[in-house]
Nanobody, 116 residues
Framework: QVQLVEAGGGLVQPGGSRRLSCVAS????????MNWYSQAPGKERELVAT????????NYADSVKGRFTISRDNAKNTVYLQMNSLKPEDTAVYYC?????????WGQGTQVTVSS
């Protein structure tokens, strides 16, 4: 059974940094692209970043380009989201996602709150 477990959320001041992690089990994560999404209160879930299998190709939402970095450690079956220069509008629950064949697998999410 595929499971994704996120960690690393919390309260951070504006301008601060946070690193999220997502550990995959039940699947060889390196075989699949993986994504980070964010969902702010009252809003739709939005794609933040994508990393492809090799780890050498990444894509970002315009709102986070230059501030967030997605990476993966295939030996640990883990994907990371390094978030720098955080803004209050980055406050959201962050989810990782893996798509295998026609099924999307989601983690439970981790809350990031950016506030002074």
């Amino acid at each position: 059974q595929v499971q994704l477990v996120e960690a690393g959320g919390g309260l951070v001041q504006p301008g601060g940094s946070r690193r999220l992690s997502c550990v995959a089990s039940g699947v060889t994560g390196r075989d699949y692209p993986m994504n980070w999404y964010s969902q702010a209160p009252g809003k739709e879930r939005e794609l933040v970043a994508t990393i492809f299998s090799s780890g050498s190709i990444t894509n970002y939402a315009d709102s986070v380009k230059g501030r967030f970095t997605i990476s993966r450690d295939n030996a640990k079956n883990t994907v990371y989201l390094q978030m720098n220069s955080l803004k209050p509008e980055d406050t959201a629950v962050y989810y990782c996602k893996l798509r295998r064949l026609t099924t999307n697998y989601w983690g439970q999410g981790t809350q990031v709150t950016v506030s002074s």
